[in-house]
């Protein structure tokens, strides 16, 4: 059930008192005005600063957030006569409309609790280490001493983080003992990076670190650029996500490579079932086709992509001919170890593994603000498995494009 915080302007002042606080539980959200009055009090040129007191404290990470949501949803409506996309330069289309934008955000936004994140099934002990801080944190991490980049350690999990752009490399499960564990006891590397491309963009600011038992989070801006990583310290499941907001509403292409000894292949088990209803919950879902990623070393090894708001870029020079339950042969364009996303501002791509990444669920809901990691929804869905070892004409070629 989500938890609502309770907000309310206290102020507005026509001249800046630019990052005003109020014992941390107030927000200011700055917009710049040129030709216009608010409250009667011609502005132009100047900034004008809405405090907000919150009623329930805020971590770091969410008071970011909450700027971030202000600043959003009121330059959505901060549009000239001609409807260009506002930025801190342009006309405001009414006199009034910041107070009557500010209302409506303080009106609409909030900052949900998940009253199913906590599950500790597979997520036994666990919990990371980021630059020698551990469970429970929240705190600001100064840029200087991040490095170009900085590890992340779990009891299960762990990848090393790109200061610059937050793409993630070395990405791997330790092993761990866990009743719920798939690399079979050994380390198993996963991915050997996922980047996104910022197209010269770069992140510059403090790291917002958050960590509360298995989970983490981890934020970061720059000039138009806001990253964003969630992780679970766990087993198996929904454990990793990474989110992108620019300022100017673009995509932006994530590139994930596989490991060496990983590979993506099209799942021959969700073939067979193609178009039939099976049941999920009250409901039923129809199967789709399924790519997934395996190794030779362990049978219980299996995860896919998870893209919200995101499409997958196909490769025409990895097309492969895959066999249907039908005996039809079809074209699939995608590389054995490379995928590349088109991620919108505010989407994410996911990475699910186990049993949630070969059972037959509805694909994930339109999010584009605050997406967390997935939380199991074991036996609400059928699992359809895959093959061990996977069959060498459903592995995709060639591993890159």
Known sequence: MPQFLGLKIVLIVPIGLNRFKYNRLSLCANFRLRGTKVAEVDTAGRHVDVLVQMTTKLTRRQETEMRLSLRQIAFKDMTNEEGVAANSSQHLRHPMRCAIVITMVLSLCMIAHDANAASSDGCEGGGFTVLGRTSPQDASLP???LGSSFRVQGKYV???????????????????????DITGGIPTPVFASKMPDHRGLVLTSNVDLELEGPDLVLMRQGVGLVMKIQAKDCAQGGIFQMEVE???????????????SAFYFDNPNFRAREGESLPYKDSTVTVSAR???????????VGRDSPQVADRVP?????NQIRTSTGEL????????????LVASGGRMGQVMGEDAVEVAPPSTLCTHKCRAQNRVRGAAVVLGFPFQVPEQVRLKPRAP
């Open 291 to 301: 790519i997934n990623f395996a190794n030779d070393a362990s049978a219980k090894f």
């Open 315 to 319: 490769h025409p020079s990895c097309t």
């Open 143 to 145: 840029a200087a001493g």
């Open 330 to 341: 079809v074209p699939v364009q995608h590389c054995g170890a490379v995928s590349q996303w």
């Open 158 to 180: 762990s990848f090393d983080v790109d200061s610059a752009t937050f793409g993630i490399t070395n990405y791997q499960m330790t092993g761990a003992p866990n009743p719920r």
């Open 246 to 260: 620019r300022s100017d509403q673009s995509r932006t292409l994530f590139t994930h490579v596989l490991a060496p």
